[in-house]
C-alpha cells in the first residue's frame, strides 16, 4: 500500500517530467491551474507567473491557438491526446512532446487536463527505429492503395512498391527492388530521367507531369507520375511516385485527334473543290438565266403562249435563286480553304449603299417594305475590299427584307461610335430572331426557324458569310433582336480603317 501521507501535491511536483495541470473554467476557458518546476523552468516563467493565465496571456498567437485546439480536441473525444513540441524552449530543457491526459468527473464531464511531457531521447537508434516502422506502416498503406506507388532513395534505387503496380505493370516484386528506377524507363529516356531524379531529391518540388513506363512485356504504357519529397532521420530523403495509367486515354485522345485531321483534310479537300467549281457551276446558270431573259423579253419574236411566258419567268427566278445559292456555298468555301485575299480601297459608303440599294430596291417594293437608307454627316471613308463589303450588305439587308412584313421597314444606317469605330447596322421590324437561336443563326448552314417549314428561308449562309468577312477586316459583328419586334445587325470597322476625307474633316 502506497504511504498514505504523501500527497498528489508532492507526485506532481516532485516529478522529473515538466507537468502542467489544466483547468476547464464553468466558461469554457481554459487557464494554468499548477505548474511544476520542471514545467516552468521549459516554459522559462515562474511558476507563480503562469498560474490563473491562458494560453493566449501567455504564448504568441499560432502557439497559443496551437496548444488551445490541442486541449479542445482532448476535451472533446474524452481522450488522451499527444502532441508535439518544440524541442528546445527558452528554458533550455529538451522535450519531444507532450501527452494531454483528461480528468472526468462523476458527471462525466473533463474539468482537468493533466499535460506530462515526454523528454526528448538522446537515443538516435531508437528515433531511427521508430521512424522506419513508421514507413514499414505507410507501404502497408500504399498496398491498399488503387494506384500504382514507387519509392525510390537519393540514388534512384527502388525501396517499396506496392501490389497494385505489380499488378497493373507485370512486374514481380523481386525484379524492381534493389534495383534503380530506370528498369522501368525507355532506354532513350533514362538520363533524362535520371537528371530529373537527382533534382527533385536536391529541392523536392512536388508536382505531375506524362511520362512512358514499360511494362514486364516490354510494351509502354503512359502514365500520369506524381511525386512528394519524404525526409526522414539523417536527412534521408526518398522520392514517393504515385502512378495512374492513363494509356487508354492517351489512345482515344489520338484516335480523336487523327478523326478530327483526317476530317480536317476532308473539309479543305470539299472546300478546295467548290473553291474550284466556280467556273463550272456558274457559266451554265448564267446561260440560263440569259437565254431566259432574252425570251421573256421576247428579243427574236413572240411567245404567242401565256402560259410558256408564265414558264420562262418561274425558269429565270429559280435560276437566279440557285445562282445566289451557289455564290453563297463557293464564298463560304473559299473563307474556309483561306482563298479569300482583300482587295482594299478607300471606300466611300455612300457609293456602296447607292450600289446596294439600286440591287435590293425592287425586291423591297416587290414586297411591300419600306427600304431607307441614312449616312451620318461628314463620315470618313473606310478602308476596305468594296466587293467584299457591298456583299455583305446585300447578304444582311436581304435577310432584312424577306423577313419583314408588308408595311414594316428596314434602315441600313451608318455612323460613328464614341470609341472610334464605324458602324453599319441593318435594323429591321421583321419578326426577330429568339434569344436561344442567335448563336445558332451565326454557324455556317443554321437557321432560326424550321426550313421544312419556313418558305425561302435559304442556305442560312448570310449571317456566318457576313460575319467572316467583317472578321478578315479587323471588326466585328453581333446581334440585337427581339421576337416579332425586329432585328438590329451591326458591323462595326475598327477606328484605324476609318479614312478623313477633306468632306469630313470640315
Given at each position: 500500500?502506497?504511504?498514505?501521507?504523501?500527497?498528489?501535491?508532492?507526485?506532481?511536483?516532485?516529478?522529473?517530467?515538466?507537468?502542467?495541470?489544466?483547468?476547464?473554467?464553468?466558461?469554457?476557458d481554459?487557464i494554468?491551474?499548477?505548474?511544476?518546476?520542471?514545467?516552468?523552468?521549459?516554459?522559462?516563467?515562474?511558476?507563480?507567473?503562469?498560474?490563473?493565465?491562458?494560453?493566449?496571456?501567455?504564448?504568441?498567437?499560432?502557439?497559443?491557438?496551437?496548444?488551445?485546439?490541442?486541449?479542445?480536441?482532448?476535451?472533446?473525444?474524452?481522450k488522451?491526446?499527444?502532441?508535439?513540441?518544440?524541442?528546445?524552449?527558452?528554458?533550455?530543457?529538451?522535450?519531444?512532446?507532450?501527452?494531454?491526459?483528461?480528468?472526468?468527473?462523476?458527471?462525466g464531464?473533463?474539468?482537468?487536463?493533466?499535460?506530462?511531457?515526454?523528454?526528448?531521447?538522446?537515443?538516435?537508434?531508437?528515433?531511427?527505429?521508430?521512424?522506419?516502422?513508421?514507413?514499414?506502416?505507410?507501404?502497408?498503406?500504399?498496398?491498399?492503395?488503387?494506384?500504382?506507388?514507387?519509392?525510390?532513395d537519393?540514388?534512384?534505387?527502388?525501396?517499396r512498391?506496392?501490389?497494385?503496380?505489380?499488378?497493373?505493370?507485370?512486374?514481380?516484386?523481386?525484379?524492381?527492388?534493389?534495383?534503380?528506377?530506370?528498369?522501368?524507363?525507355?532506354?532513350?529516356?533514362?538520363?533524362?530521367?535520371?537528371?530529373?531524379?537527382?533534382?527533385?531529391?536536391e529541392?523536392?518540388?512536388?508536382?505531375?507531369?506524362?511520362i512512358?513506363?514499360?511494362?514486364?512485356?516490354?510494351?509502354?504504357?503512359?502514365?500520369?507520375?506524381?511525386?512528394?519529397?519524404?525526409?526522414?532521420?539523417?536527412?534521408?530523403?526518398?522520392?514517393?511516385?504515385?502512378?495512374?495509367?492513363?494509356t487508354?486515354?492517351?489512345?482515344?485522345?489520338?484516335?480523336?485527334?487523327?478523326?478530327?485531321?483526317?476530317?480536317?483534310?476532308?473539309?479543305?479537300?470539299?472546300?478546295?473543290?467548290?473553291?474550284?467549281?466556280?467556273h463550272?457551276?456558274?457559266?451554265?446558270?448564267?446561260?440560263?438565266?440569259?437565254?431566259?431573259?432574252?425570251?421573256?423579253?421576247?428579243?427574236?419574236?413572240?411567245?404567242?403562249?401565256?402560259?410558256?411566258?408564265?414558264?420562262?419567268?418561274?425558269?429565270?427566278?429559280?435560276?437566279?435563286?440557285?445562282?445566289?445559292?451557289?455564290?453563297?456555298?463557293?464564298?463560304?468555301?473559299?473563307?474556309?480553304?483561306?482563298?479569300?485575299?482583300?482587295?482594299?480601297?478607300?471606300v466611300?459608303?455612300?457609293?456602296?449603299?447607292?450600289?446596294?440599294?439600286?440591287?435590293?430596291?425592287?425586291?423591297?417594293?416587290?414586297?411591300?417594305?419600306?427600304?431607307d437608307?441614312?449616312i451620318?454627316?461628314?463620315?470618313?471613308?473606310?478602308?476596305?475590299?468594296?466587293?467584299?463589303?457591298?456583299?455583305?450588305?446585300?447578304?444582311?439587308v436581304?435577310?432584312?427584307?424577306?423577313?419583314?412584313?408588308?408595311?414594316?421597314?428596314?434602315?441600313?444606317?451608318?455612323?460613328?461610335?464614341?470609341?472610334?469605330?464605324?458602324?453599319?447596322?441593318?435594323?429591321?421590324?421583321?419578326?426577330?430572331?429568339?434569344?436561344?437561336?442567335?448563336?445558332?443563326?451565326?454557324?455556317?448552314?443554321?437557321?432560326?426557324?424550321?426550313?421544312?417549314?419556313?418558305?425561302?428561308?435559304?442556305?442560312?449562309?448570310?449571317?456566318?458569310?457576313?460575319?467572316?468577312?467583317?472578321?478578315?477586316?479587323?471588326?466585328?459583328?453581333?446581334?440585337?433582336?427581339?421576337?416579332?419586334?425586329?432585328?438590329?445587325?451591326?458591323?462595326?470597322f475598327?477606328?484605324?480603317?476609318?479614312?478623313?476625307?477633306?468632306?469630313?474633316?470640315?
Open positions: 500500500m502506497p504511504d498514505k501521507g504523501i500527497r498528489y501535491e508532492d507526485i506532481f511536483h516532485q516529478s522529473p517530467m515538466a507537468r502542467v495541470l489544466i483547468e476547464v473554467v464553468d466558461s469554457g481554459l494554468f491551474a499548477d505548474v511544476n518546476s520542471i514545467a516552468a523552468e521549459y516554459f522559462g516563467l515562474p511558476a507563480e507567473d503562469m498560474a490563473g493565465k491562458s494560453f493566449a496571456e501567455l504564448f504568441p498567437g499560432e502557439m497559443a491557438e496551437h496548444l488551445d485546439q490541442s486541449c479542445q480536441t482532448c476535451i472533446r473525444t474524452k488522451p491526446v499527444v502532441i508535439n513540441a518544440l524541442p528546445q524552449f527558452p528554458g533550455g530543457l529538451r522535450v519531444q512532446s507532450f501527452l494531454l491526459n483528461p480528468i472526468i468527473n462523476a458527471e464531464e473533463v474539468r482537468y487536463i493533466n499535460v506530462v511531457a515526454r523528454p526528448d531521447s538522446a537515443d538516435h537508434t531508437q528515433l531511427q527505429q521508430e521512424r522506419d516502422d513508421a514507413i514499414l506502416l505507410l507501404t502497408s498503406l500504399f498496398d491498399a492503395s488503387g494506384l500504382g506507388i514507387i519509392v525510390t537519393e540514388n534512384g534505387v527502388i525501396v512498391v506496392n501490389d497494385t503496380f505489380l499488378k497493373d505493370f507485370g512486374w514481380q516484386r523481386e525484379e524492381l527492388l534493389d534495383h534503380e528506377f530506370t528498369v522501368l524507363i525507355p532506354p532513350e529516356e533514362r538520363a533524362v530521367s535520371r537528371k530529373l531524379h537527382t533534382a527533385f531529391i529541392k523536392g518540388r512536388s508536382g505531375s507531369r506524362e512512358q513506363l514499360m511494362r514486364k512485356d516490354g510494351t509502354l504504357a503512359d502514365i500520369l507520375l506524381s511525386t512528394v519529397l519524404l525526409e526522414l532521420s539523417q536527412k534521408r530523403r526518398y522520392m514517393v511516385s504515385t502512378i495512374r495509367d492513363i487508354e486515354r492517351k489512345n482515344m485522345i489520338r484516335n480523336l485527334q487523327q478523326a478530327k485531321d483526317q476530317a480536317d483534310i476532308a473539309n479543305r479537300a470539299k472546300s478546295a473543290f467548290l473553291a474550284n467549281m466556280s463550272e457551276l456558274r457559266t451554265p446558270l448564267n446561260a440560263i438565266i440569259g437565254f431566259s431573259e432574252l425570251i421573256m423579253n421576247e428579243t427574236f419574236g413572240a411567245l404567242n403562249n401565256q402560259k410558256y411566258a408564265e414558264y420562262m419567268t418561274d425558269i429565270h427566278f429559280s435560276a437566279r435563286h440557285l445562282l445566289d445559292i451557289i455564290n453563297d456555298v463557293l464564298d463560304m468555301a473559299k473563307i474556309e480553304s483561306g482563298k479569300v485575299e482583300l482587295i482594299e480601297r478607300e466611300d459608303i455612300g457609293e456602296v449603299f447607292n450600289s446596294v440599294a439600286i440591287i435590293m430596291n425592287e425586291r423591297a417594293l416587290e414586297t411591300g417594305v419600306k427600304l437608307f441614312e451620318a454627316e461628314n463620315l470618313p471613308h473606310v478602308r476596305a475590299d468594296q466587293r467584299l463589303l457591298r456583299q455583305i450588305l446585300i447578304n444582311l436581304s435577310n432584312a427584307v424577306k423577313f419583314t412584313p408588308k408595311g414594316k421597314s428596314v434602315l441600313v444606317r451608318a455612323y460613328i461610335l464614341p470609341e472610334g469605330f464605324m458602324r453599319i447596322a441593318v435594323e429591321d421590324e421583321g419578326c426577330g430572331i429568339p434569344e436561344e437561336k442567335i448563336q445558332t443563326v451565326m454557324e455556317p448552314f443554321g437557321q432560326a426557324h424550321d426550313p421544312l417549314h419556313s418558305k425561302g428561308q435559304g442556305t442560312g449562309l448570310g449571317l456566318p458569310l457576313a460575319k467572316t468577312m467583317v472578321e478578315l477586316h479587323g471588326g466585328r459583328l453581333h446581334i440585337v433582336s427581339t421576337v416579332s419586334e425586329g432585328t438590329v445587325v451591326s458591323l462595326d475598327p477606328a484605324d480603317r476609318t479614312v478623313k476625307t477633306k468632306k469630313s474633316e470640315n
